[in-house]
């Protein structure tokens, strides 16, 4: 049976003022998203607790936390959400292309277009963006260029402009060139004035070249990395308080507990000190963790087991750590990120195995983290408790609220981008009259597109 339409109106005014409701109580939440995300916590990403503790799809939580960032530079966006004129849909596209110099010109999109017109809009304006950037890239890469020339004293002059990614990747190697140069120095008396900064940079790229003529040019395998070894003393290594040395291979001094961490999946030499410090004895290099252990471990945890992490890769932790007699077996292992893997042994998370078998993590203050959180308490009519909410605020959110002023006109996407984006070239024809014009409604400057849409 068809519903009169006086009775349909009236369902749809409601469902339009509950939305603008929720757009606003959106744009709250969106604020606390942000103030969470700023904190840290011991989740590796503010979206990793989303998906833990509100149960939104990561997807979806990595776009919310994304949105909550955009729009502390966006105050108008934000404001325009939160007074429920904006949906979330139409803010969340538009903060993928607004700054603050442009915020104007598409809040006056959004106030005209519907959430079709401002994702159209959006992705021309993307496109836009992409064939500027790609022009810049362009005439950056055909800019490239390295002179070298002899000057008359037989010292070679070096002068150059590099793209920006091989830029820094020259400042790196040349980086870690000066350091390996002059670390050596650093360890021995000094003689004179120590070289400058720009004489430490021409040493650096002849190590570089040297390096480079000894081994072929050969850039390597994108997995080689660099080895951190670390010297830790057993007693140390068993019981963080207890006295010991805990240092990188510099003398650097690291935290006990950060030894120990290392120490749960890596290489292990065993050293014999002699009375005097000498080393009089070298074992073999062992894995702390054999491969067939790992693949196993791999296997039955899938990745971290900190709840609502999951990355798919870590590294092996014993719960009872291999200083202290624990096993290595499957039973006392444990896979966790680094980032979590830090925090049980750093920042003060404790991991046991419970007696049926589970894992146990618990915050630094003893209280337990749960493998799935609670639901929050809700009232009986939440929807009723948001518009007090609201009308408590002075916020007065109606049917009409978030209508926009379109009025049926077909969309140009093309006209509207080169009307719209600073990058763009503004067609030399056109109708004068279909030009955004400059409104001073509520005594602001802003560009109203009523005829933007023809």
């Not at 830790?232 to 690291?254: C, I, K, M, W």
């Amino acid at each position: 049976m068809q519903m009169p339409s006086a009775d349909l109106d009236r369902l749809g005014d409601e469902i339009a003022e509950l939305s603008a409701h929720l757009q606003a109580a959106t744009a709250r939440l969106l604020e606390l998203i942000r103030e969470f995300d700023a904190q840290g916590g011991c989740f590796r990403t503010c979206a990793a607790w989303l998906n833990w503790r509100v149960g939104l799809d990561l997807g979806a939580a990595r776009e919310k936390v994304r949105v909550a960032r955009a729009l502390e530079r966006l105050p108008r966006l934000a404001q325009a959400l939160a007074r429920g004129e904006f949906s979330y849909a139409k803010v969340r596209a538009l903060t993928r292309v607004a700054t603050p110099e442009t915020e104007a010109q598409l809040l006056a999109v959004g106030r005209a277009g519907t959430a079709e017109h401002v994702e159209r809009i959006v992705r021309g304006w993307r496109r836009m963006d992409r064939q500027a950037e790609a022009r810049e890239s362009t005439r950056q890469r055909a800019g490239r260029a390295l002179h070298v020339y002899p000057n008359d004293d037989g010292t070679a002059v070096l002068r150059g402009r590099l793209t920006p990614e091989v830029g820094a990747l020259v400042l790196q190697a040349l980086a870690a060139a000066r350091e390996k140069l002059y670390q050596q120095h650093r360890a021995q008396p000094a003689e004179g004035e120590p070289p400058t900064l720009a004489q430490q940079q021409a040493d650096a790229l002849a190590l570089l070249a040297k390096t480079a003529l000894h081994h072929g040019i050969d850039p390597g395998a994108p997995a080689e990395r660099y080895q951190v070894v670390v010297h830790v003393d057993a007693p140390a290594l068993a019981d963080p308080d207890q006295p010991g040395q805990s240092v990188l291979e510099d003398g650097v001094h690291v935290p006990a507990e950060t030894s120990r961490r290392l120490a749960c999946d890596a290489s292990r030499v065993v050293m014999h000190h002699g009375r005097d410090g000498r080393v009089v004895e070298v074992a073999a290099r062992t894995r702390t963790i054999p491969p067939a252990l790992r693949r196993a471990l791999q296997h039955r945890d899938q990745g971290c087991r900190f709840p609502g992490c999951g990355l798919p890769f870590g590294q092996g932790h014993h719960i009872r750590h291999w200083a202290q007699g624990g096993p290595t077996t499957l039973s006392n292992l444990a896979m966790l990120c680094r980032r979590h893997h830090r925090a049980v042994h750093e920042e003060g998370f404790t991991l046991d195995r419970q007696p049926d078998g589970e894992l146990g993590f618990c915050r630094p203050d003893g209280r337990q983290i749960s493998e799935v959180p609670p639901p929050p308490r809700v009232p009986d009519d939440p929807v009723e408790v948001l518009r007090a909410q609201h009308e408590m605020e002075g916020l007065h959110l109606h049917a009409h609220t978030a209508t926009p002023g379109w009025l049926g006109e077909p969309l140009d996407v093309g006209w509207a981008i080169d009307v719209l984006h600073p990058l763009a070239r503004v067609a030399s024809a056109g109708p004068a009259d279909a030009m955004a014009r400059t409104a001073n409604e509520d005594e602001s400057d802003h560009l109203i597109l009523d005829e933007a849409f023809e």
